[in-house]
C-alpha cells in the first residue's frame, strides 16, 4: 500500500500554473462517503476545476449543502449538481448526453456509487440487480459513453473504487453473470463478481485507450455507513453488520496507518466519515 505520505506529497503537487489539475471532473456517487471526500480533497486543493455532481432525486438537498460547503472551501471549483438514476442504464446515457453536449474533454471520472447486498435480491426496472447495476454495468456504462470526452483529455483518468486486486478470481460462471441460478445470489459472489468484471473490463479498456489511465481501487476497510446500505436503520442485522466491519477495521494511526488516495484513514473508526 502507498504510504500516506508519498500520497499528500503527492497531492500537494496539483495546482494550476503546471497543469496537473483535472478541469472537468465527473464524480459518481459523491453525495457520501469516499466519493464526497475525495471531491473535497480536490477542490481543497484550490484549483480551477469544474465537477459534475451526479446523484439521485432523493440527495438533491443533501448534495446542495454540500455544493454550498465546496464553495466556502474554494471559489474556483464550480459545481454542477446532475440528477440522475446511476443505476438505470438509459439514465446513465441521457446524463453523459448532457455532459457531451457542455464539455469538449474529461479530465477525471470517479465512480463510487454502490453498495455489497447483504439484502435480498432487488432489481431495477430494467431487470438488472441494483447492486450488479451500481457497481459494474452503470460504471461501465459512464465510461463507455464518456470515453470520447476522456479521450480528448491530455492525460485522462478513470477511478473505479471497488475491489481491485483483492476480490477478483481468476474465473466466473459465464453462464450466470445475472447471478440468477438457485443459490448463487450473495453478498460475498456479488462482490466477487463484480470486482472481477471491473478489472477485466478495465484492463480491456486500457488496451485499448493507452492515453487514459484507468484504476480499479480497493478502498480498504472505511466507516462510511456504506455496510448498513439496504437495512433499516436500527435493525439488528444492521447492527451485526456495524459490528462485524468495527471488528474487521484495523486502527490506523499518525505513527502507523495508512491512508486512502482521498486522505481517507483506513479503519480508523474514530476518524469515521460518519
Ligand atoms: N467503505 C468501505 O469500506 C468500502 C470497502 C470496499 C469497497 N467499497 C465500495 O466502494 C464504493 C464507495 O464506497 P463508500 O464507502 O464511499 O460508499 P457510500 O458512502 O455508501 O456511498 C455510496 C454512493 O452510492 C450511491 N448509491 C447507493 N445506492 C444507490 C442507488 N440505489 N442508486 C443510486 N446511487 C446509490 C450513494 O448515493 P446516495 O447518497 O444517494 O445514497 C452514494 O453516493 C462502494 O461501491 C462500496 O461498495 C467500500
Given at each position: 500500500m502507498v504510504p500516506y505520505k508519498a500520497i499528500k506529497a503527492s497531492n500537494a503537487l496539483i495546482n494550476d500554473s503546471k497543469s496537473t489539475a483535472p478541469r472537468i471532473a465527473v464524480f459518481v456517487g459523491?453525495?457520501?462517503?469516499i466519493g464526497q471526500l475525495t471531491a473535497s480533497a480536490l477542490v481543497a486543493t484550490g484549483t480551477r476545476v469544474r465537477i459534475y455532481l451526479i446523484g439521485r432525486k432523493s440527495s438533491k438537498e443533501r448534495a446542495q449543502n454540500f455544493i454550498q460547503e465546496l464553495h466556502s472551501i474554494s471559489l474556483k471549483a464550480e459545481v454542477i449538481w446532475t440528477e440522475g438514476e446511476a443505476s438505470i442504464l438509459g439514465d446513465v446515457k441521457r446524463v453523459c448526453d448532457i455532459i457531451k453536449s457542455k464539455e469538449k474533454h474529461v479530465d477525471l471520472l470517479f465512480l463510487t456509487a454502490g453498495y455489497v447486498p447483504f439484502v435480498p435480491r432487488d432489481e431495477t426496472a430494467?431487470?438488472?440487480?441494483v447492486t450488479l447495476s451500481l457497481r459494474y454495468y452503470s460504471r461501465m456504462m459512464f465510461i463507455l459513453q464518456l470515453l470520447p470526452l476522456l479521450r480528448q483529455a491530455k492525460a485522462a483518468r478513470v477511478i473505479s473504487v471497488l475491489?481491485?486486486?483483492?476480490?477478483?478470481?481468476?474465473?466466473?460462471?459465464l453462464d450466470d453473470l445475472d447471478l440468477?441460478?438457485?443459490?448463487?445470489?450473495g453478498a460475498m459472489q456479488s462482490q466477487v463478481l463484480s470486482a472481477t468484471m471491473n478489472t477485466a473490463a478495465l484492463e480491456r479498456l486500457a488496451a485499448d485507450s493507452p492515453s487514459i489511465t484507468f484504476i480499479h481501487s480497493c478502498p480498504g476497510s472505511?466507516?462510511?455507513?456504506n455496510v448498513r446500505r439496504?437495512?433499516?436503520?436500527?435493525s439488528l442485522k444492521a447492527c451485526v453488520q456495524l459490528g462485524e466491519s468495527i471488528s474487521g477495521t484495523r486502527r490506523g494511526g499518525d505513527d502507523g496507518g495508512e491512508e486512502a488516495e482521498d486522505g481517507s484513514k483506513h479503519g480508523d473508526y474514530e476518524n469515521a466519515y460518519q
Open positions: 459523491a453525495t457520501s462517503g430494467e431487470g438488472v440487480e475491489g481491485g486486486g483483492l476480490l477478483e478470481r481468476p474465473s466466473i460462471d440468477k441460478k438457485p443459490g448463487s445470489f472505511v466507516d462510511t455507513g439496504g437495512f433499516e436503520p436500527d
